[in-house]
């Protein structure tokens, strides 16, 4: 059966059900030294992505992404994530006839999400995430950060918490940044106000996880970098995406170029809106998602959203297998 043929799925006892897909791209977090190295042996797409990623960034990327200390640097973390999505959505276009009705990405996967569709240039997408690694850096040089993941918790109660901490305690900076999943946030700020915060989250008998990040995105310590990243996004050329890209700020596909420029820029010192973002797709319908990109992060998080979507990861050989595997109906 031919790729393009495969778009039904079929369900025991049911008529066949056309497959709805949605692609996913990741955020930081999601590398790992030598991540796509096994991909890059059976696809040459992959090096050649990374070597034209390399010859808009003026530096060897795939190198860096062998090497543990430079990867970790957010300035290539970002760049390095982006090009293994989009070396892999290559691997996608080449392989598969799949028409996604929907693209979203995870943060920094919201980038590699509009580079997909045709909304922002490879090359200018490249640099712009490496460019907006440098200025979420230059935003904390002497500020002790913090991020960690809050388990147990509904929104709402994460939310007011991180509101008492501020109110409480002078100089406090802490807030949601990340909502995941159903009873998973991330909360970033100042080490100070995330560890108070950590001190209430145990007393309550609730766990909260830090996070090994050198940045605290998506709250109010990025706002020196928000204003830098708006300078830059201005000069970028931006088209309309060809597939709906739903964005991160509002969990919502954005119909304008100065909205998708206006949430990009919001979107650095606000929270990620994961859940929401997931349980659109389910309320479109979308019956398989594959994350496009490094890890399996956002096939994870998939598990515990409230409407379950089965998510393909695609970083490795026997994973991408399974997917073809899958659309090739032979699974199932």
């Given amino acids: 059966m031919s790729l393009k043929a495969s778009q039904a799925v079929k369900k025991q006892g049911q008529l066949d059900v056309p497959s709805r897909i949605a692609v996913v791209f990741p955020g930081q977090g999601s590398q790992t030294v030598g991540m796509l190295n096994e991909l890059s042996e059976a696809y040459p797409i992959v090096k050649e992505t990374f070597a034209e990623a390399s010859e808009a960034l003026g530096f060897d990327l795939w190198a860096v992404c062998q090497d543990e200390a430079e990867l970790g640097k957010t300035e290539n973390t970002q760049p390095a994530l982006l090009t293994a999505s989009i070396a892999v959505w290559r691997i996608l ?18 980038y590699s999400a509009l580079c997909a569709a045709g909304s922002i240039s490879f090359a200018d997408a490249v640099k712009l995430v490496h460019a907006r690694g440098h200025f979420m850096q230059q935003a904390v040089v002497g500020v002790d950060t913090k991020m960690a993941a809050v388990l147990g918790l509904d929104n709402s109660q994460v939310i007011s918490i991180c509101e ?3 109110s409480n305690n002078d100089d406090t900076i802490v807030s949601a940044a990340n909502f995941n999943s ?53 000069e970028c050329k931006f088209e309309l995406p060809s597939i709906p890209v739903i964005q991160n700020k ?9 909205g998708i420029k206006k949430a990009l820029t919001e979107q650095l010192s606000h929270p990620v809106l994961w859940t929401q973002t997931m349980q659109k797709l ?11 990109g490094a890890g399996t992060v956002l096939s994870n998080l998939a598990k515990r959203q409230d409407t379950p979507i089965a998510t393909y990861p695609t970083d490795k050989p026997e994973r991408l297998a399974k997917l073809f595997d899958k659309l090739n109906n032979e699974d199932l």
């Fill in 93 to 110: 276009q080449q392989n598969t006839q799949i028409e996604p009705l929907f693209l979203a990405g995870h943060s920094l996967g919201e």
């Fill in 164 to 166: 008492q901490v501020e």
């Fill in 182 to 234: 159903p009873g998973q946030i991330v909360v970033a700020g100042n080490s100070e106000g995330v560890d108070i915060l950590s001190q209430h989250i145990q007393c309550m008998g609730k766990r909260i996880v830090p996070l090994k990040v050198s940045v605290p995105s998506h709250c109010a310590l990025m706002q020196p970098a928000t204003e830098a990243l708006a300078e830059k996004l201005a």
């Fill in 250 to 258: 509002n969990a919502m596909e954005e119909k304008t170029i100065a």
């Fill in 282 to 292: 389910a309320d479109k319908h979308i019956n398989l998602i594959i994350e496009c």
